[in-house]
């Protein structure tokens, strides 16, 4: 017996409409057909059983069941679906156009933009004819009736945030039966209204008229210079709003910068409308997804806005009106989008060999070799999980879940062994592996490829561990800690370089504090290392199951290091977490280590090395720095907030910390944004800015 639910979720995340019913064994409906299946055995392992989909979960992977591999199940009792060939309308390529007056039942199969002959080898192509398919055949649409709204949805539907007046080309025969009628603000082309009839009278059908052409503007980070093509990563300027947490490009949580600090919004009457605005006003084309209900993790600080209204045709967010009172709404409810981005083939150049699942394998790209392109593998030196990152964003497979320097145990192409790629490093921001820097032409990799060729493996999910900075600056203060109590604390370096020819009867003085470190992604964070390759200290009597965990540094304003700590993962554990949530590792009897979602860590001010050793600083105005995860260790869907900074003053007696802050410094970006009547307003960021 094959549950209805599960046949329903499988159709659906394979883009069909229909799911058939059971009626009997191996007897199924398929619309108004009964079908008899009498399928084969299968010759192989049984993956999943006892199966329980909702229906909806986006892939059969989500449901519940006994867990991949465990089941009891023999090839007899194999199930299977037989889906109907309509695609769901409005997924990925249905367009559904009705008219509210005549309420004609009109759909079409697909839409496309056919590239005219000069923009045939552009990528990526911005303009061509519009055509729908139509009982089988590409149709194109008369423009007496198109306007510029028309246009602006259909690029918004193909990722470009603008469209320019269209150029009249040569006539064709083959049109469509109806116009279009858009008001602007649809997210794609099936919430139009259907337009006049056009009266088909072969060559002289839109004798008045030719056929649509749309000429689509993109985004900065699509639009390729003569220069440099897409040599360089796109990285924001001056924003006001931002995406983080999401794991393909165009996706995220949306944050706001207000009054110098970035916030979340709160997803109360989060539609489609205000998801384009956001959409646009980066740089891509319209919204595909309203997300709501912190979907794409969870942010931290302020919730800037609430209960968003949007037109659709501002140009930012900030100029949307809202509701200032945010009360009752917490992160659980931060709103995040997913937009349409234009296609430009970045996955064709890059693939995954040899891994058990598409989701791993060893990395090949297609490179120029001898005037033409070839498969190859990139040289594993310096490869990491920022390089990693970047490949599985490009292959639109989410974030990294590891990067790999041997890949021997995966049988790639033979016939791609040779690297063609070396040297690789990247920022983290860039949408594809070319954008890294890398050597180019002149490689340099003496381990080879081969067994020795850079892998990654990728997950749709990540954690994303962020500092609690108000904890941090509440919780600081000086100690003096004699010499001879710190011994097993100078064993593991977190003690400056003085210490070492320091007496047992000396001072060290410390600057300590607490750290609480929340999991605001959307799956557990757990050391890199297995359980039994963590490392015992003798001295202090515990394991590290991550050797560095967080950098402590106390800088001078111009960002010179004058003093240093750093904290081993002696014990990664659920101190607390958010109502609801069930704790799930403690460090107690050797037990499993790590950071549940929606629960936080927290180090004490008064455990060891919880501290800077300042005693060879001298007084004055510094920085202070924690930086989680420095290593890259562990793969997170944002390493972003993974600093925090305070502004710091030092009297040779007492210490102050103050003006914390998580990522970036705000002021930096050039701007202010002043919450005035119900929507936002933008200064230049000067100090007398409002009184001019």
């Not at 970036?664 to 119900?678: K, L, Q």
Request: aromatic content about 10%; charged content about 20%.
């Amino acid at each position: 017996f094959l549950d209805l639910e599960i046949c329903r979720l499988k159709s659906c995340s394979l883009g069909m409409l229909d799911f058939f019913s059971p009626q009997g064994p191996l007897t199924f409906m398929c619309g108004h057909q009964r079908i008899c299946l009498c399928p084969p055995l299968f010759v192989g392992r049984i993956w999943l059983d006892n199966v329980h989909c909702s229906g909806l979960e986006r892939t059969l992977a989500q449901c519940e069941s006994n867990g991949f591999g465990v089941s009891d199940c023999k090839h007899s009792e194999d199930v299977g679906v037989v889906c109907s060939q309509r695609r769901i309308a409005g997924f990925k390529f249905i367009s559904t156009l009705t008219n509210n007056v005549e309420s004609l039942n009109v759909q079409v199969e697909d839409v496309r933009i056919r590239a005219i002959s000069s923009q045939r080898k552009r990528v990526p192509m911005t303009e061509g004819y519009l055509e729908v398919k139509d009982g089988g055949k590409w149709r194109q649409i008369c423009d007496l009736e198109w306007t510029e709204m028309n246009s602006r949805v259909i690029c918004g539907m193909y990722g470009f945030p603008g469209e320019k007046r269209y150029n009249t080309k040569r006539r064709k025969k083959n049109y469509w039966g109806f116009g279009v009628n858009c008001t602007g603000n649809e997210a794609s082309l099936h919430g139009c209204k259907l337009g006049h009839k056009v009266e088909l009278r072969g060559n002289t059908t839109c004798e008045k008229g030719l056929p649509v052409v749309v000429n689509c503007v993109p985004g900065r980070a699509f639009a390729p210079s003569h220069a440099q093509g897409f040599s360089k990563a796109y990285r924001v300027e001056q924003p006001l709003v931002r995406l983080r947490g999401g794991a393909n490009i165009g996706e995220g949580r949306v944050e706001v910068l207000k009054n110098g600090e970035w916030g979340t919004v709160c997803d109360d009457s989060w539609n489609l409308e205000a998801a384009t605005v956001v959409c646009r006003e980066l740089g891509f084309g319209s919204a595909k997804e309203a997300l709501t209900g912190g979907k794409l993790g969870q942010g931290m600080g302020p919730v800037h806005m609430n209960e968003v209204k949007c037109s659709g045709f501002e140009k930012s967010l900030t100029e949307c009106y809202f509701n200032r009172d945010a009360l009752g709404c917490s992160h659980e409810e931060d709103a995040a989008v997913r937009c349409n981005v234009p296609a430009m083939g970045f996955q064709n150049r890059l693939r995954l060999s040899g891994g058990r699942n598409p989701f791993e394998g060893r990395v090949e790209v297609l490179a120029e070799k001898n005037g033409s392109l070839v498969w190859g593998t990139v040289c594993s030196d310096s490869w990491g999980t920022i390089e990693a990152t970047v490949v599985c964003r490009q292959l639109g497979l989410g974030f990294a879940n590891n990067a790999f320097q041997e890949t021997w145990y995966w049988s790639g192409d033979v016939s791609a062994d040779d690297v063609v790629m070396s040297g690789v490093r990247c920022s983290g921001t860039e949408m594809t592996l070319a954008q890294c820097l890398h050597h180019g032409k002149h490689l340099d990799c003496p381990r080879g490829g081969g067994r020795f060729a850079a892998g990654v493996s990728c997950s749709e999910t990540a954690p994303d561990l962020v500092l609690n900075a108000q904890v941090v600056e509440h919780t600081t203060y000086l100690e003096d800690r004699p010499m001879y109590i710190l011994q097993c604390a100078n064993e593991e370096h977190c003690l400056s370089s003085s210490a070492a020819a320091a007496t047992s009867s000396s001072y060290r003085r410390l600057l300590r504090f607490s750290s609480q470190i929340h999991n605001n992604g959307l799956t557990d964070f757990r050391p890199r290392a297995a359980h039994n390759s963590w490392i015992w200290h003798e001295c202090h009597r515990h394991y590290h199951s991550m050797e560095v965990f967080t950098h402590y540094d106390l800088l001078s304003l111009n960002g010179t290091k004058v003093a240093e700590g750093h904290k081993a993962s002696f014990c990664l554990e659920d101190t607390q977490c958010e109502e609801g949530i069930e704790k799930r590792y403690e460090c107690a009897n050797f037990g499993q280590q790590g950071i549940t979602v929606g629960c936080w860590d927290t180090y004490r001010h008064d455990i060891d090395c919880q501290w800077i050793d300042v005693t060879d600083v001298v007084p004055g105005d510094y920085i202070f720095q924690v930086v989680i995860n420095p290593n890259f260790e562990v793969a997170e869907s944002d390493y972003t907030n993974n600093v925090m900074k305070c502004r710091c003053r030092y009297d040779g007696h007492r210490i102050w910390m103050y003006n914390c802050y998580i990522g970036e410094r705000p002021e930096i970006t050039g701007y202010n944004i002043i919450e005035c009547d119900g929507h936002f307003d933008i200064f230049d960021y000067w100090p007398n800015a409002l009184n001019r």
